[in-house]
C-alpha cells in the first residue's frame, strides 16, 4: 500500500512539472506567433520577467491568438475619487479606460497610468494614482490564507473532538509533524521552555503560509502558478511584522546588549561605535530575511525558464542544435524543478528558524546576577553540601 501510494506521489509531481514546462513552451509559443515582426529575435528577458511579475489579470491558457485569463478587480484613488473596474477593461494594454492606461512600454511599463484625451499620451502633470488593485499576488494570497484557515479550523475542531492523545488521522497526522517539528526543534531550541508558546501562533502562521504559497508557486495552473514569496514586497512584509514582533518583545537585557554591549571597551562604547554597529545590526537582520526568501525563490524560477529559452534560442539558429540542447535542458528543468521543492521546505525553515532566534535573542535573560547568586549560596553550605551538589 505505501508503495502505491509513493508512485502516485512522485507521478503527481513529475505531472505537475512537466504540465508547467508545458506552459512555459505555450508562453514562449505565444509570444514568437504574437510577434507583428517576423525578423524579431526571441527575448528571453521579456519572457522570463513576464512569468515571474506580477500581474493585473490571471493568464489560464491561449487557444491560437486568443488570450484565456481571469480578469481582476482594478481599484484606484485619484484626485480623491475611487474608480472600480476589471481588467479586461485596458484589453491587454492596448486601450485606456476613464482616462486610465496600463502602460506596456517605457519606464512606466506595467503600471497604470493617466493618459490625456487622445488615450496613448501619458500626461505626467497628472496626480499621483493610488493602486489598490486586486492583483494576481493579491489574488493568490488571499486563496492560500482561505485554504491554510480551512484547514487548520478543521485540525482545531479534530483535536477538541478526539483530544490531544488520540492517534493523529489524515490531514492531522501530515501537518502535525511540522507542527511538533516548529515547536520541538526550533522554538523550544532558539527562545525556551517558559517562553516560547506566546510565539507559537506567529511562527506557525509565517511556516505554513510560506510553505504553502512556495508550493502553490511550483503549480502551474489556478490556483497555482504565482510568484507569492517570490516578490520583494511579500517578504519586506513578512520581515516587517518580525522585526516589530522582536522589538516590542525586548527586554532590558535585549537594549543593554545594543547600546551597551557588555565585554567590549569602553573606546568603542565612547564614541558609540558598537552601539551604532549593533542598532543598525536590528535593522539589517529583517532586510537579510526579505532578500533571502526572495532571492531563492524567484532564482528557481528564473533558471526553470532559462532552460527553457535555450530550447528556443539554438533552434532558431540551426534546429539539430534546438534538439540537441533540448534533450539536456527537459533533464535540468526536472532537476531544478524536483529541486524547487526542496527549497520549497527550506526556505519556509530558515525564516521561521531566523525569525525565532531573534525572539530568543530579545526575550533573553540576564544570567549573570542569578549565576552570582547561586554561587553565593554554594559559598554558604558545608564542604559536603557544595560536594554532593557538584557530584549531582
Not at 355 to 379: C, M, P, R, V
Request: with cysteine; hydrophobic share 50%.
Amino acid at each position: 500500500m505505501k508503495k502505491i501510494i509513493f508512485k502516485n506521489i512522485i507521478s503527481l509531481i513529475l505531472l505537475i512539472f512537466f504540465t508547467k514546462n508545458l506552459f512555459a513552451f505555450d508562453k514562449v509559443n505565444q509570444d514568437l506567433n504574437n510577434s507583428s515582426n517576423k525578423e524579431k529575435n526571441f527575448n528571453a528577458g521579456e519572457m522570463i520577467i513576464e512569468h515571474i511579475k506580477d500581474a493585473y489579470e490571471w493568464h489560464l491558457f491561449t487557444i491560437g491568438n486568443k488570450h484565456i485569463t481571469i480578469p481582476l478587480p482594478v481599484i484606484l484613488v485619484y484626485n480623491n475619487k475611487i474608480d472600480i473596474f476589471l481588467s479586461s477593461k485596458f484589453q491587454h494594454g492596448h486601450s485606456s479606460y476613464k482616462g486610465y492606461k496600463l502602460e506596456t512600454e517605457g519606464k512606466y511599463k506595467g503600471k497604470i497610468v493617466r493618459v490625456k484625451e487622445d488615450g496613448k499620451t501619458i500626461d505626467e502633470n497628472a496626480p499621483k494614482i493610488l493602486d489598490f488593485s486586486i492583483t494576481k499576488n493579491v489574488l493568490a494570497i488571499f486563496i492560500s490564507v482561505i485554504l491554510l484557515c480551512v484547514i487548520f479550523i478543521y485540525i482545531a475542531r479534530v483535536y477538541t473532538k478526539r483530544g490531544s492523545r488520540a492517534a493523529p488521522k489524515g490531514l492531522q497526522s501530515a501537518l502535525e509533524v511540522f507542527i511538533v517539528f516548529i515547536r520541538d526543534d526550533i522554538a523550544i531550541p532558539s527562545i525556551g521552555k517558559e517562553k516560547y508558546e506566546k510565539f507559537m501562533p506567529y511562527l506557525l502562521s509565517l511556516f505554513f503560509f510560506i510553505f504553502f504559497n512556495n508550493l502553490l508557486g511550483l503549480v502551474p495552473f489556478f490556483p497555482g502558478g504565482a510568484n507569492v514569496t517570490g516578490n520583494l514586497s511579500v517578504t519586506m512584509v513578512l520581515a516587517v511584522f518580525t522585526f516589530v514582533i522582536t522589538t516590542i518583545s525586548g527586554n532590558r537585557n535585549y537594549w543593554k546588549h545594543i547600546f551597551n554591549p557588555p565585554g567590549v571597551p569602553i573606546w568603542l562604547k565612547i564614541p558609540p561605535i558598537m552601539p551604532i554597529v549593533e542598532l543598525v545590526g536590528m535593522f539589517t537582520k529583517p532586510f537579510v530575511l526579505m532578500i533571502r526568501l526572495f532571492a531563492n525563490i524567484m532564482a528557481g524560477h528564473i533558471i526553470i525558464l532559462g532552460f527553457v529559452s535555450l530550447i528556443f534560442i539554438f533552434g532558431a539558429v540551426n534546429v539539430t542544435g534546438g534538439v540537441s540542447v533540448a534533450a539536456g535542458s527537459i533533464v535540468f528543468i526536472i532537476f531544478m524543478s524536483l529541486l524547487e521543492l526542496l527549497v520549497a521546505f527550506i526556505q519556509a525553515y530558515v525564516f521561521t528558524l531566523l525569525s525565532s532566534l531573534y525572539f530568543g535573542l530579545a526575550t533573553e535573560e540576564d544570567h549573570t546576577n542569578g549565576e552570582h547568586h547561586q554561587n553565593k549560596k554554594i559559598e554558604n553550605k558545608p564542604y559536603e553540601a557544595v560536594f554532593i551538589n557538584n557530584q549531582n
